[in-house]
């Protein structure tokens, strides 16, 4: 292959990855794996509520990637808003799981912290709640890989624009399920006659609503 070839077969791969399926791609695959945990393992809502604490996690961690390798800020600045991520990812994370061990105590074992603590401790050997992270992890590693390193983002990414995104989606996502979860729990329409299922499935479909808001948002400007 030659020089123009190489460069021919480049462009068509970056177009490829930057075009509107791929772009929507990892946000319909992520948020399946949500749906198959609802209606094949009959997960609870605390237990998609665990799986989205460390979806969360997977996303701090690429967009970490993003923003030091935003090739239109300085390196300066990307260290510092790396620094500022990991300290609000962090403070994040720590409140989103307190918000969630108090639904759980609250909704599963009558407030009693011992038995919470003990089943929060066998999440970590679940395996169902293991490879969903997993395969979380490979969906969203692939859609780093194939748009912002394929595709080119990383050329006109700044890492401004990143931050902005992750400080306002992650805590967007939260809260909607936290609320969503809450109003699932009082509502005795939804909780009767497999509403619950019907009802963790529309909080899903926000979360997805959420997620491909903001994918648009990141799109390319000649898409």
């Known amino acids: 292959m030659n020089g123009a070839e190489s460069v021919q077969s480049i462009g068509g791969m970056e177009k490829i990855s930057r075009s509107l399926p791929v772009l929507f791609a990892g946000v319909v695959l992520a948020n399946l794996v949500y749906v198959v945990d609802v209606l ?26 993003r923003i030091f390798l ?31 061990m ?21 999440l970590k050997t679940d395996p169902h709640l293991i490879g969903s992270a997993v395969f979380l992890f490979a969906i969203h590693g692939y859609d780093f890989v194939s748009r912002f390193l394929v595709g080119g983002d990383w050329k006109t990414a700044t890492s401004e624009w990143q931050l902005r995104h992750v400080m306002i989606r992650m805590p967007l996502m ?5 609320v969503g979860g809450a109003a699932l729990r009082e509502s005795p329409l939804l909780a009767a006659n497999g509403g619950a299922i019907a009802g963790l499935l529309l909080l899903i479909a926000i979360k997805t609503a959420i997620e491909a808001y903001f994918a648009w948002q990141e799109r390319p400007a000649n898409l």
Do not use: Y
């Open 40 to 65: 094949v393992f009959s997960w609870d809502v605390f237990r998609i509520l665990a799986l989205l604490w460390v979806e969360n996690c997977v996303l701090g961690v690429f967009c970490l990637f």
């Open 70 to 100: 935003a090739r239109r800020t300085a390196f300066l600045f990307r260290i510092k808003a790396g620094v500022f991520l990991a300290v609000g990812l962090t403070m994040q994370q720590m409140a989103f799981g307190a918000a969630a």
């Open 102 to 122: 108090v639904f759980f105590c609250n909704d599963f074992v009558e407030g009693d912290p011992e038995t919470a603590h003990r089943i929060m401790e066998g």
């Open 174 to 178: 939260i809260v909607a399920i936290l």
